[in-house]
């Protein structure tokens, strides 16, 4: 039998500093850090089981990969039974598009003529290929650009229901956007977005119902009146983590957007996520980091700071390799500070100590490589090959 080999010189120097631990058992602890983690059992775990949910509950996913930026996840939530993959920028949606992901869908408005340029030529290559609109004038400028080219692209309406970030929030508005597409020669009209943000994270499910049920009473307005005008929706694609329970109870979405159920981070594991406190996901992303001084009694300098964590959500909560009371303190670009409850209480220099990650999307967005871990093995390396700002 052929001894396989390792990864060559060339994948080891693409995969980072941590690439020729791959394979090998208890190495959990001997990674070059900063280095997120992701932990594969929960994490397939968390692939089954909202696809079962989505299976049970009638709807299509459509997952979203603003959380993890990875076209190796993206693929795994494929096979999984996904119908296709949602994006938030012309960035993800080329990496996904030519690494061979189809039915890919851009969430947010194209606009710039960059952008466009960008859009008619994804357009021309990707099968499923769709894209928002939110306002008339968003309309003209895709259309003349797909005109253009020759080429066409799908379509759907991008509606607000409160967030007032992307979104047309006045029904009469929605309905002239709805009309002009449906005579649009090069943009083919299928149905409606809808998501609401700011309901995610409501802690009670009982709250979050009622806020949310609120809001969606203008999207079924909406698809009133387009039935009114012998439209129906193909697609009403939409929603997430935090409000998928209702999403599955409304029946107004064909299709489901989640995203971060895939990790779990601090602030969807404060949520209350379904009836009677079920809980079918677990925590699979950590950020691992090092002790790297400790001249100070009760507390230890970690190589973890601003650039390994997203700023805007909790502070990160230590799960493992931490004294039990511990608490993270930010303490600069590269540090973090570890505070111990007991005063006198020291760490060994090189010690690891893993957080839950505190808003999961952003942070995902400061690394390259998910570290891939089976228990102390390290299994594979995946580039998070589709972050960046673009």
């Avoid at 693409?14 to 631990?21: D, E, H, K, Q, V």
């Avoid at 608490?327 to 760490?347: I, N, V």
Wanted: glycine share 8%.
């Amino acid at each position: 039998m052929r001894k396989r080999r390792g990864p060559s010189a060339a994948s080891r120097s693409a995969l980072g500093p941590n690439a020729s631990l791959i394979g090998k058992r208890r190495i959990r602890a001997n990674l070059w850090t900063p280095a997120l983690l992701l932990d594969l059992d929960a994490f397939e775990h968390n692939i089954r089981s909202m696809s079962e949910l989505c299976r049970k509950a009638g709807k299509l996913l459509r997952p979203h990969a603003k959380t993890h930026k990875s076209t190796t996840i993206a693929r795994k939530q494929l096979e999984a039974g996904a119908v296709g993959i949602a994006v938030a920028t012309v960035r993800e949606a080329a990496a996904m598009i030519h690494a061979g992901i189809g039915g890919i869908l851009i969430t947010s408005p194209i606009a710039g003529e960059a952008k466009l340029d960008a859009v008619a030529r994804l357009a021309g290559i990707a099968p499923g290929f769709m894209v928002v609109v939110d306002s008339l004038e968003g309309v003209q400028a895709l259309e003349t650009r797909m005109r253009r080219e020759g080429r066409s692209v799908r379509v759907l309406l991008d509606v607000d229901v409160g967030m007032k970030r992307t979104g047309v929030s006045d029904v009469r508005q929605a309905a002239k956007i709805a009309a002009r597409l449906q005579v649009s020669g090069s943009l083919e009209f299928l149905g409606l977005q809808c998501y609401s943000g700011m309901i995610q994270h409501i802690p009670e499910l009982s709250r979050r119902a009622r806020t949310y049920r609120g809001e969606l009473h203008q999207l079924e307005n909406l698809i009133e009146v387009l039935a009114r005008r012998g439209f129906t929706p193909q697609i009403i694609s939409g929603g997430g983590t935090g409000s998928f329970s209702i999403d599955s109870a409304c029946n107004l979405f064909t299709e489901c957007q989640a995203g971060s159920y895939v990790f779990m981070d601090l602030q969807y594991n404060a949520v209350e996520l379904f009836p009677s406190k079920k809980r079918p996901f677990r925590t699979s992303l950590f950020v691992q980091s090092m002790v790297l001084s400790n001249n100070h009694p009760g507390a230890a300098t970690l190589d973890a700071g601003f650039k390994s964590f997203a700023l805007d959500g909790p502070v990160p909560v230590p799960v493992r390799g931490a004294p039990r009371g511990s608490t993270f303190q930010f303490y600069g670009d590269e540090f973090g500070m570890l505070r111990f409850p007991a005063s006198r209480k020291r760490m060994r220099l090189g010690s690891k100590v893993e957080f839950v990650t505190p808003h999961c999307d952003p942070t995902v967005n400061l690394h390259d490589f998910y570290h891939c871990v089976r228990a102390t093995r390290l299994v594979d390396i995946w580039p998070i090959d589709a972050r960046g700002a673009l």
